[in-house]
């Protein structure tokens, strides 16, 4: 077994279920993960989505069930791996969500979607791990950088997404269109070498994890040949039984082809990968009108915006797939059938095993 070290706490397994929101990774996945000895990441995005009193007070709400969906999941874990929340930097009020996560006793936060500079201060005076997602060398130095200068602290962990990962993706429309003459192993190696500058800075590891097209045990082979000490997953794990998605969103995912994979610009400003359907061929055909804002992302104009990428997403979640979002990672035509959490760790596990 790959035990690994995070800090003072250990992870039996070296697999990190990514976050995904809205809703499609809350409490039963995550802590089905954890349960196996993995890290089980909650998405906080519009959390509370189908929560009482949400349309009014979407905040309040998504702030309320923070605790709620942390507590459910330690349940479910039984005292194994790790149960962390994935807060996207372009939040409003990312601070908060920040603390509330803390104060009730989340294991780390994972933050992606824009660069995490004000992280550490957040988590001042608990014991919750921090961890960033790059996908470049230049974010890892930009991000340690101004941590160690500004807060004297550095990540406990790192996740590297590639550009095979599914929701918003930190890679230019350009490289996305053209992935076989993109080097991204070479990426990796940088990033990998560069992050023992802080290491030796600070006197203790900072495990990295891979993320972007992570499905058999051979992808997690060749991650750890390149320097990762461990995987991160996500698409590979909506089409379980315990995945919080509905059951339309799963069959969505099980129908998906290969070209049916499509890569949007999202409302954040950011590229994005999602499955092609009824409602990305109006988008891309024209505006849609807004009827309403939660105010979620500092990034989003609701004046200037395509959709309301809210609103497209708890669609999607809750199963009108027409009219929704459905983001995916580019491997999402493999996936044939609906399995258990413990299959897919199965499957996985030669990776780490030999
Ligand atoms: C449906 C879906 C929703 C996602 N939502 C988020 C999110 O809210 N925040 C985030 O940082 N990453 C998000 N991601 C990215 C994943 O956490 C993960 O890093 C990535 O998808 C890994 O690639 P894979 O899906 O090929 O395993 C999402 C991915 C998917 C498929």
Redesign the pocket.
């Known amino acids: 077994m790959r035990t690994i070290k995070i800090g003072n706490q250990s992870l039996e397994i070296p697999l990190i279920q ?5 809703g ?2 809350r409490c039963q996945l995550a802590g089905a993960v954890a349960r196996e000895g993995g890290m089980g ?1 909650i ?1 906080t ?1 519009q959390i509370g989505y189908d929560r009482e009193g949400f349309a009014r007070h979407p905040e309040e709400t998504n702030l309320a069930e923070i605790p709620e969906q942390i507590k459910k999941a330690r349940q479910i874990a039984q005292g194994h791996g790790m149960i962390a929340v ?1 807060i ?1 930097a372009v939040t409003q009020r990312y601070g908060e969500y920040v603390k509330q996560a803390c104060e009730a006793g989340v294991d780390a936060i ?4 824009g660069l995490p500079t004000t992280l550490p201060q957040y988590v001042k005076g608990y014991d919750t791990k921090i961890a960033p ?1 790059v996908s470049s060398e230049k974010a890892l130095n930009v991000i340690l950088g101004y941590w160690d200068r500004k807060y004297s602290r550095t990540a406990d962990f790192v ?1 590297i ?2 550009p ?5 993706l930190g890679f230019s429309f350009e490289t996305l269109a053209d992935l076989p003459a993109y080097d991204f192993d070479a990426e990796v190696r940088a990033i990998v070498l560069a992050k023992k500058k802080y290491e030796e800075t600070y006197e203790r590891q900072i495990p990295i994890f891979l ?5 058999h045990h051979q992808d997690v082979q060749h991650a750890l040949a390149l320097g990762a000490d461990g995987v ?7 089409a379980t039984v315990e995945c919080d ?1 509905s059951e339309e969103y799963k069959q969505s995912y099980i129908r998906a082809r290969e070209e049916d994979v499509v890569i949007i610009h999202s409302p954040v400003g950011m590229p994005g ?1 999602a499955i092609r359907n009824a409602f990305i061929d109006r988008m891309q055909a024209g505006k849609e009108k807004i009827t309403g804002c939660y105010n979620c992302l500092k990034a989003c104009n609701p004046k200037t915006a395509a959709y309301c990428i809210s609103q497209a997403l708890i669609n999607a979640v809750k199963g009108d797939v027409d009219n929704g979002l ?7 035509g493999e996936i044939n059938r609906i399995v258990t959490v413990k299959e897919v760790i199965r499957e996985l596990q030669p990776g780490w095993s030999v």
């Not at 095979?164 to 918003?168: L, Q, R």
């Not at 993320?211 to 499905?215: E, L, Q, T, V």
């Open positions: 990514g976050g995904m929101g809205i499609v990774s990441v998405s995005a994935n996207m994972i933050t992606g979607a997602i996740v997404e590639g095979k990962a599914g929701g918003h993320a972007g097209g992570i499905f991160q997953a996500a698409t590979r794990f909506v998605a990968r459905l983001f995916c990672g580019a491997r999402v």
